[in-house]
């Protein structure tokens, strides 16, 4: 099995990390070189040449290692001698310095401490995991080393009585360089750990190569729902809602063939007010459903908002909502086509406030079109909502009519703020004086009690609230939006957050 983009990418960051340290310490040998001349110049001629002749050494190998790794002619022993030769640098400096100054001078010298704790900073950088622990335990030799077989036996009487001059100093420094370096290695084990559960991480979050998981949102009876991007090879992206199914589901290939099936003719569902379901897969072991991102409420939100006023909502913003409920399932139940050319006749099944999506624009999305046929012929019984259920489904007696009545109790309620109760007249002016007779013809033919005295299509039932007096449609679509603004806003004092939406596209906070 290949590296993974990520390690790969990283093994290429790498690469150019060592040819830029490699300009790095040409730079630094040509201020070596600079700066030993100056200095013997002014002040110590032998120690300003040793530093001269010594970093001109080195600049011969860092550029011939440089112009080898530009050209890609480098070969793969390359940087493990690049290491020794970098490792050789500090004790280079400190033998230079006993030999042009004395051993005195060599000791009390920063230049080589700084070049050891350098070096070692480089191969952390570079995530060698036991360089960093090889140069400090290079560097605790180095200054017993020479203290005791070129320092001690040439240093004056009068010198060892300072305490930079005594072994003590000697083996702190040591101790110092030593766990330096170990410092240094626990740090590459730290950094190698955080990259490869970095790396892991995101291979958990990419599914199929197009999305990614960015966030966790909220969860439902079924799955969790993932605030996620389509991330195509193109360079854009593109939010989108990610469902992961539970065990539970997953445990049930019935359940999730239906699930899968009923994901399938909803993803022929391409409307304007239908939530687009964009992909079904299967991933390390998981099962997910890609769905359009709504960035909103549910419709719930805005019933609870009608209720709340006891009166209910605008009639012209209520009108605009059921003129998109009903073009949506419109669409569903005659408008897609399937590959015979025939209409699809999705039907959803289980319409309510909760299922329908209203985003900041102003957009009316109906969602969750797959769920209740999943569950229904996995269960074998009928499914709804209560309150918002056609009277003939509970003999299990369903059409698109049924799916209109639930529409037309869902305008109802945003319309009175109430639900209706079974069996009540659909006189709505009676309810409230201030609608026009246009709105009982409606509810007339979207909620009758039999489905045979109810309207034979959507369209129909758009084209009567189409003759209810309203203002232009965009006007009243920025109402809308400034309502779902407003009604997030509110729920996001009381609660410290928005309402979310779970991952069938309902509520999933009640508030």
Not at 224 to 252: M, N, Q, W
Request: net charge neutral.
């Amino acid at each position: 099995m290949g590296e993974s983009p990520f390690l790969i990418a990283l093994s290429s960051g790498l690469e150019r990390l060592e040819r830029v340290l490699l300009r790095v310490w040409q730079l630094l040998c040509l201020l070596g070189i600079v700066t030993g001349l100056v200095y013997a110049a002014l002040v110590s001629r032998p120690l300003g040449y040793a530093c001269a002749l010594g970093s001109s050494l080195f600049l011969i190998w860092f550029v011939i290692a440089g112009n080898l790794a530009d050209r890609g002619e480098a070969p793969r022993s390359l940087s493990g001698i690049n290491a020794a030769v970098e490792a050789l640098v500090p004790w280079a400096f400190l033998l230079g310095i006993v030999w042009s100054n004395g051993p005195e001078y060599a000791l009390g010298s920063w230049v080589p401490p700084f070049l050891f704790c350098s070096s070692i900073v480089t191969h952390v950088a570079r995530l060698r995991l036991w360089a960093p622990a090889i140069l400090g335990a290079s560097g605790a030799l180095a200054y017993p080393a020479t203290y005791w077989f070129f320092v001690v036996d040439r240093l004056p009487p009068s010198a060892l009585g300072f305490l930079l001059n005594q072994p003590s100093t000697q083996h702190a420094r040591s101790v110092t360089l030593a766990a330096s370096g170990l410092i240094g290695t626990l740090l590459v084990f730290g950094l190698h750990s955080v990259i490869v559960g970095a790396e892991s991480a995101a291979r958990e979050r990419e599914l199929g190569g197009r999305f990614r998981v960015v966030r966790d949102h909220s969860a439902g009876a079924t799955g969790v729902l993932y605030e996620g991007e389509y991330c195509p090879e193109g360079g854009f992206s593109r939010k989108v809602a990610i469902r992961r199914f539970h065990s539970h589901v997953t445990d049930h290939a019935e359940l999730l063939d239906g699930f899968r099936q009923a994901a399938f003719h909803a993803a022929q569902l391409v409307h304007p007010n239908i939530v687009q379901v964009h992909d079904f897969l299967r991933t390390k072991g998981a099962h997910y459903l890609v769905l359009e991102w709504v960035d909103g409420v549910s419709l719930d939100a805005l019933t609870r908002t009608a209720r709340a006023t006891r009166q209910g909502l605008d009639p012209e913003l209520v009108a605009y909502v059921g003129l998109e409920l009903f073009a949506g399932l419109a669409h569903a139940h005659s408008g897609a086509l399937g590959p015979d050319g025939h209409p699809l006749r999705v039907l959803h099944r289980d319409l309510s406030p909760d299922g329908i999506l209203v985003s900041t624009a102003g957009e009316v999305k109906l969602g969750g079109f797959w769920v209740a046929a999943a569950l229904r012929d996995f269960n074998r019984q009928s499914e709804g909502h209560h309150g918002y259920m056609a009277p003939e489904c509970a003999a299990g007696t369903v059409d698109e009519r049924s799916d209109l009545y639930s529409a037309g109790a869902i305008v109802w309620e945003l319309l009175l703020g109430r639900r209706r109760t079974p069996g009540e007249a659909t006189l709505s002016t009676e309810i409230r004086p201030d609608l026009t007779p246009e709105w009982d013809r409606f509810f007339a033919r979207a909620i009758a009690h039999a489905p045979e005295a109810r309207a034979e299509s959507a369209m129909e039932l758009m084209a009567l609230l189409a003759a209810v007096p309203r203002r232009d449609a965009s006007a009243t679509r920025h109402d809308l939006a400034t309502l779902v603004s407003h009604v997030r806003a509110s729920h996001a004092a009381r609660t410290g957050g928005y309402e979310a939406l779970n991952v069938d596209g309902k509520g999933a906070d009640r508030g």
